[in-house]
């Protein structure tokens, strides 16, 4: 009776350690799409793209009518390298504000206390480290409010 309660113990442990992590993803799309199947998903979502500051090759940037916010993807070949969001906001106060929501919405989503390297008024960073990638929200309230979301890969050991 010992060893079939072990067994049954350890067989649950061993399908507990072997739950299966998202992959690292922007909104939902995973990093390891083709540049052209992410550029198709968002532009299935509404967005446009920039062509007068898209370089073919390198990057393509996309803005959507009614978001804060553009998307500028880097790209190399056809894989992926980094994801920025760059939000325009008016006022530093919604600047400081949009910052706190993002910190707190990814600290929820990802389970994850960032690490905060820069916390003054005007100037706040949060980087959260995740299986698959980085994101780092930084917020720089000089003399033109600035808000940034970069999402980076880690890169694979060969």
Same mark, same amino acid.
């Given at each position: 009776m010992k060893k079939i309660a072990f067994f049954v113990v350890a067989l649950m442990a061993l399908m507990a350690c072997q739950e299966s992590k998202s992959p690292f993803n922007y909104r939902g799309l995973a990093? %390891?799409? @083709?540049? *052209? /199947?992410? +550029? =198709? %998903?968002l532009l299935a979502r509404g967005f446009v793209v920039d062509s007068a500051t898209s370089d073919s090759g390198r990057q393509v940037q996309l803005f959507k009518t009614g978001e804060p916010y553009h998307v500028l993807i880097a790209y190399e070949g056809d894989q992926l390298q980094a994801i920025q969001e760059n939000y325009r906001l008016s006022t530093n106060d919604s600047t400081r504000r949009l910052w706190q929501e993002i910190r707190d919405g990814l600290e929820k989503e990802l389970g994850a206390w960032p690490n905060? @390297? $820069?916390?003054? /008024?005007? *100037?706040?960073?949060? =980087?959260?480290?995740? =299986? !698959? !990638?980085? $994101?780092? +929200?930084t917020l720089e309230n000089t003399y033109k409010p600035t808000l940034m979301v970069l999402y980076k890969p880690k890169k694979e050991k060969k």
């Open positions: 990093f %390891s799409l @083709p540049i *052209h /199947d992410m +550029v =198709d %998903s905060c @390297p $820069i916390l003054k /008024d005007d *100037h706040k960073k949060a =980087d959260f480290e995740t =299986d !698959g !990638g980085f $994101i780092s +929200v």
